[in-house]
């Protein structure tokens, strides 16, 4: 397998099982990437406070930010909610905000893989994977809308 289709497979795609090991090694990696990114927004922010395009771009990025590592969130979580034998439903509680991630770090954090008699590893129903993706598409997009339609407001009325 080459390196592209295993970045694909580990942090977009929605099917199989993957370990706690992988499952804290992407969450802490996105983490990080986060902080970054964050910090290059904050100081991009302060340096074009003056510009009110800049707050579009910012906004934009943020936007960008949330849609790629909200997917690898619930990627990783469908994937690792199968490996210890919970239901990838439970990816769904991701959208309380903060107790809804600490429940899921805790279950996928700290449960250990069930390999005998897993029934969500093994199955071939995918149709529950189908159904939370596009559930989770529609509350990023109204996320997304809920962040930039205040920006593009205060633009239009200054």
Known sequence: MDLHSLFYTLLF?????ISRKTYWAVSLGSIIILIVFAQLIITFSISSS????????????????????????????????????????????????YLGYLITLILNGF???????????????????????????????LYLLLLLVPIFFSLSLS
Not at 13 to 17: A, H, L, V, Y
Not at 66 to 87: E, M, Q
């Open 50 to 97: 003056k510009e009110s395009s800049g707050h579009v771009i910012v906004a934009t990025v943020m936007g960008l930010l949330v849609l790629i590592f909200g997917w690898i969130a619930l990627a990783t979580s469908i994937k690792r909610f199968r490996d210890a034998n919970f239901s990838p439903w439970l990816a769904l509680i991701n959208i309380i905000p």
């Open 111 to 141: 449960f250990p893989t069930v390999e005998q008699d897993n029934k969500y590893c093994n199955s071939k129903n995918n149709l529950s994977t189908k159904a939370i993706r596009w559930i989770y598409i529609i509350v990023l997009v």
């Open 13 to 17: 795609s929605f099917s199989g099982c």
